[in-house]
């Protein structure tokens, strides 16, 4: 025959007022969960019954929800670029996106010292950097590529008097 093993237990109100032993485990028979003790909280720790456990997708959509997005744009439904529609841009102009957009770059550099930069902005004013490539001096290719939400400003500096190119596409649905 098996043995039972039979816990302490009581009420919400008699396990907030219980400081147990340390691992000593209560049940609490109004909210129907157990409670693990340390020797020094009144009430223990409660521990969450399964249904209590928020989900991954709930708990991401809570926190989307409460994401502060003033004077920041919000990154939704991306979608992939549409590489069959590009558009070419010239190099150390700035540009403001009419629609998501991912911009490809590739410079073929045949010595000299490039410094080559995707540069982001809010406003058209103050630009971010997202990322530096300086490859020193002899011959090399640097491309890649970076995404720029619709309504933002960017421009690509860098790599001066090399063959370079420089191509927006568009995401998909977003015209």
């Known amino acids: 025959m098996s043995r039972q093993i039979q816990i302490r237990r009581g009420t919400a109100t008699e396990n907030d007022a219980f400081t147990g032993a340390i ?6 028979t109004t909210n129907k969960t157990l409670r693990v003790h340390d020797g020094e909280t009144a009430g ?5 019954k399964q249904s209590e456990i928020p989900t991954v997708t709930s708990k991401a959509n809570t926190d989307m929800d409460n994401i502060s ?3 920041k ?15 070419s841009k010239n190099w150390d102009t ?7 957009c ?8 045949i010595d000299g010292n490039p ?4 540069c982001v902005s809010s406003d058209g004013n103050t630009f971010t950097t997202l990322r530096e490539s300086n490859a020193g001096s ?11 939400p619709k309504g933002w400003y960017w421009k690509m500096v860098g790599g001066r008097n090399v063959d370079r190119s420089l191509k927006i596409f568009p995401l998909k649905g977003s015209l």
């Open 23 to 28: 691992g000593e485990v209560t049940m609490d």
């Open 44 to 48: 223990g720790i409660k521990l969450a």
């Open 69 to 71: 997005t003033t004077g």
């Open 73 to 87: 744009k919000v990154i939704s439904n991306l979608s992939t670029p549409d590489y069959s529609a590009p558009v």
């Open 94 to 100: 700035t540009y403001l996106a009419d629609y998501d």
């Open 102 to 109: 991912v911009v490809n770059y590739q410079t073929n550099h």
């Open 115 to 118: 410094n080559v930069a995707p």
């Open 138 to 148: 002899g011959s090399f290719k640097i491309s890649g590529e970076f995404y720029v």
